[in-house]
């Protein structure tokens, strides 16, 4: 039985192009980039490629890169770096409910020291309201941290639009952009993004490497300290292997993102379509205005444990929202800001997240067994 | 008849010695194994620790050395529910109430088997020390070998439509036998200490976590004839029989609790190991269950109205009600209500119910609470 792979979004194949690349400079180029020696200066002039091409990617200066150990970490210092770089100037920070609990738990952290965080709610469609980040803005909100694609639903955020909006404030405005990256061209200028967080591993890159770009007047509290690399704000030997990976992924994707996002949303919807032939299924959030890379279904009557179990089980591999928590699930903080925690959509949503080996064929296999799971499990349930 | 490998078994996964070593013989046997954990509380402390996730971890281990995927479920709701609710209601009442038996009734035996089904499991197996015995069709409970550790008494509200889905693949076997297994094999549980007490009590203070739930009322201790022997922690503190914690000095101990008014919130403590007001020749029983049902309106058998007690004689009358009335052949001390009586035959676990009612002389005691 051939094991079909849904969960994209939590992470991703390496591409054989990366790999090789990755395992060329393992076995080259092992040297410290802080060194100043030769072997030194291969390395360095590795990380500086990666990081000019990682940058044009999002069309950012290659100064404005820091290098950190993935999504998690770029978030946490652009969120508390800056809140704790700029307390004098307010402490006040606004988010929303359904940021990833990188951004989440940060600010959590942030208010046991004194600050005062807005998380603003969603509507339906899973999407903030810009007149609701335009009510929450103070005097002193110093940082703003709305996700670009949520990474449970798909639903995109008007990253834009609240750029434009908070242009002429003091706050400096964050966005995780770690699910958008790959599927929708990227200008840090337009988006009016001051900070912007980025993964290698959700793009076919490898695990263990992220970067935040961070506008060059933004100023970040380092949460690492014992070196000079990345200039302060992260010190720590760079991991070189990672970098390249990350740099081989950002080239196979960079310039292709509307052709891979049409791509997507067609293998997307011809799923769906064969998922609904079964009666009660809900798309959570919504199926066209989403991220084409997630599908997150309600399927009423059926509970997420149990059927994740028995996808897992027959080769069908998908996640319900985050990964779970202290070895069992929690409701997933995003359905509930959407639909609320006792919502028969919240107690059996289950998140399909597509990539590189989908084809129809496999697709539809997969449709099929997930069909076959459902109605077994809703006739056992009634 | 080798489809060993065509069965499902779902192991129910504490993190524990016991159910690591069940989970391993199943998958020498060949059998098609998966391990679940289920994390039924969560004693989530302030700093984020919380015993189930290390409990996990432990699984994830095992599992991962056996090679069987693993999962863990969520049926803390469920518990609360079923268990807890029950365990503090009876407390509520004066009673001494068995969570173990609600929770294998409720939880591992109901909840987490329908879920094992679902998954389409042919079996579930635990790590509890008890035999089935599976002839022409029929299927009886039997005392695990390891006599110390037998667990029929916790058991005793199975009934054979459930043990036929279910294994017992350590109930052959003698702890120590168990132990020697798992360090064999170099399972990462090998060493682990057992666990005691209640299971979502845990290592902490039993008074203390039972006064975060029910407010504790202080009272007054007193002979059955009124005389004052001082205060007592609240009623619920304090189990029929019960030697330590009561705080009487002086001569003519040890004093033991015989008693509880609820009404008055009086705690009876009385003196004397072989004190009469702690005997009793009879009892009355309500939710009953038997593994098999029994024809007899009246039967012999033995039984055990604690944990770990010796067998004593008795004779089981099925009432028209539906409850037992069960008379002792010898007088018995401490028999107290909200325990389980079980009933065996030989090595065979009958069944069991909750003891409701105590009699001596025909006279119910009804200073029991």
Known sequence: METIYFDHAATTPLHPEVINKMTDVMKQNYGNPSSIHQYGRHARKVVDEARRVIAQSIKADERDIIFTSGGTEADNLAVVGTALKYRDKGKHIITTNIEHHAVLDSCHYLETIGFDVTYLPVNTKGVVELDDVKQALRDDTILVSIMMVNNEVGSIQPIEDIGALIKDHQAYFHTDAVQAYGIMPMDVNKLGVDLLTLTAHKINGPKGIGALYKKHDVKLQARHFGGEQERKRRPGTENIVGIVGFKSAVELIHGTELHRNAHYQRIKKLFFNELNTLSNVCVNSELDETSPLILNVSFLGTHIEQVLMNLDLEGILVSSGSACTAGAMESSHVLTAIYGEQSERTKSAIRFSFGINHSDENIKEAARRVKQVIERLRKLNN | ?369
């Open chain 2, 1 to 369: 008849m080798n489809d060993n490998k065509n069965t499902r078994v779902v192991v129910g996964m504490s993190g524990g010695v016991d159910s690591s070593v069940t989970a391993l013989l199943l998958k020498e046997q060949g059998y098609d194994v998966i391990g679940i954990f289920m994390k039924n509380w969560d004693d989530t402390d302030d700093d984020g620790f919380c015993t189930a996730t290390e409990d996990y971890e432990d699984v994830i281990r095992v599992c991962n050395q056996l090679d069987i995927p693993y999962f863990a479920v969520n049926f803390e709701k469920q518990y609360w529910d079923k268990v807890f609710s029950y365990f503090l209601d009876e407390y509520k009442k004066g009673r001494t109430p068995n969570p173990d038996v609600m929770c294998n009734k409720e939880i591992k035996f109901k909840a987490f088997l329908d879920h094992a089904l679902s998954l389409g499991a042919d079996y579930v197996a635990t790590g509890h020390y008890a035999q089935l015995r599976r002839t022409n069709g029929k299927i009886e409970l039997l005392r695990g070998v390891d006599t110390n550790k037998d667990q029929t008494y916790f058991l005793n509200q199975l009934s054979s439509d459930v043990l036929e889905k279910v294994m017992f693949p350590l109930g052959h076997l003698p702890k120590s036998d168990v132990r020697k297994i798992a360090e064999t094999h170099g399972l990462a549980t090998a060493k682990k200490k057992d666990s005691t007490g209640i299971c979502f009590i845990g290592e902490r203070d039993f008074k203390t976590f039972l006064s975060e739930y029910l407010p504790a009322q202080p009272g007054r201790m007193t002979t059955m004839d009124g005389v004052d022997k001082g205060e007592h922690d609240g009623l619920m503190y304090y189990t029929i029989g019960q030697r330590q914690g009561l705080g009487i000095g002086g001569p003519g101990g040890p004093w033991f609790v015989v008693g509880k008014n609820l009404e008055e919130n009086v705690l009876y403590v009385e003196a004397g190991e072989n004190n009469p007001y702690l005997s009793s020749d009879a009892l009355l029983a309500s939710d009953v269950n038997f593994v098999n049902s029994i024809q007899d309106k009246t039967f012999k058998a033995t039984a055990k109205f604690r944990y770990r007690q010796r067998d004593s004689g008795v004779t089981v009358t099925q009432q028209t009600d539906g409850r037992l009335y069960v008379s002792f052949d010898d007088e018995e001390k401490a028999v107290t209500p909200g325990q389980a009586v079980v009933f065996y035959q030989g090595d065979v676990c009958l069944g069991g119910a909750t003891i409701d009612e105590v009699y001596k002389d025909g006279q119910r005691l009804d200073y029991l609470g």
